[in-house]
């Protein structure tokens, strides 16, 4: 039962544009989102996260989306930078602890 | 500032042997998170404690595998009887608090258990 979907496995951009990272839910409880980046070897670390009572969530190059109607957020980061290239998480909660429901991720790769 | 520590990063074991995994978290934090991932797989949440306490094991296996966080020391993770399926990245994190609405967490590096 995967509460979370990331159904892109990769992603492949050219530096300087737009990445859009998308991320489907099936649980109408959840009532935060996060979006974790993850290099190889090492731990997830925290990038953005948007509360459900909001639609937008900005911070730097990175926008969080999202649409309650459509059980749908995505991820937009401009302009892509070689740097970004790893893998990209999406987490839901519903409780007032950090139990989170993670995708399965996708791969991005920015090329120079 | 010193983030998560978990040790051992790699571990290899045959099947039927102990795992212990240990993770101190970030200084100051008081909540400790397992995560579990599976190849190909995202993080599945495992288990949630606080100093003493066990708060949350709705994603723990009900055998082999315990989790404990005591008043001294660092949290460990320790799977029994280790079978191949149990061969995954092991991820903890912590927090300094409850974390009402946000659900940051600062993720460790992982300890990566092989069984042969």
């Known amino acids: 039962d995967q509460q979370v979907k990331q159904n892109s496995p990769s992603l492949s951009v050219q530096e300087g544009r737009i990445s859009i990272l998308n991320c489907d839910y099936t649980?109408?409880?959840?009532?935060?989102f996060l979006w974790y980046k993850k290099y190889p070897a090492e731990g997830p670390t925290f990038l953005i996260s948007i509360s459900s009572i909001k639609d937008k969530n900005e911070d730097g190059r990175f926008t969080v989306f999202l649409n309650k109607s459509a059980k749908h957020l995505s991820l937009h980061i401009v302009p892509s930078q070689p740097g970004d290239s790893a893998v990209y998480f999406c987490a839901a909660g519903g409780t007032s602890y950090g139990k989170l429901t993670f995708g399965q991720g996708t791969i991005l790769t920015v090329h120079p | 500032n010193a983030g998560v520590m978990q040790n051992p990063r790699h571990l290899v074991r045959r099947r039927g042997q102990e795992a212990r995994l240990r993770c101190s978290p970030m200084?100051?934090?008081?909540?400790v998170y397992w995560y579990r991932q599976l190849p190909e797989e995202g993080l599945k949440f495992m288990v949630y404690l606080q100093k003493e306490n066990i708060i949350d094991e709705s994603g723990m296996p009900k055998e082999r595998f315990s989790a404990e966080f005591p008043k001294e020391g660092p949290s460990i993770l320790r799977i029994q009887q280790v079978v191949r399926g149990d061969s995954a990245a092991y991820f903890c994190a912590s927090s300094p608090s409850r974390l009402a609405g946000t659900g940051e967490l600062f993720f460790g590096e992982g300890s990566r258990l092989t069984v042969l």
């Open positions: 200084k100051g934090h008081s909540h």
């Open positions: 649980n109408s409880m959840f009532d935060y």
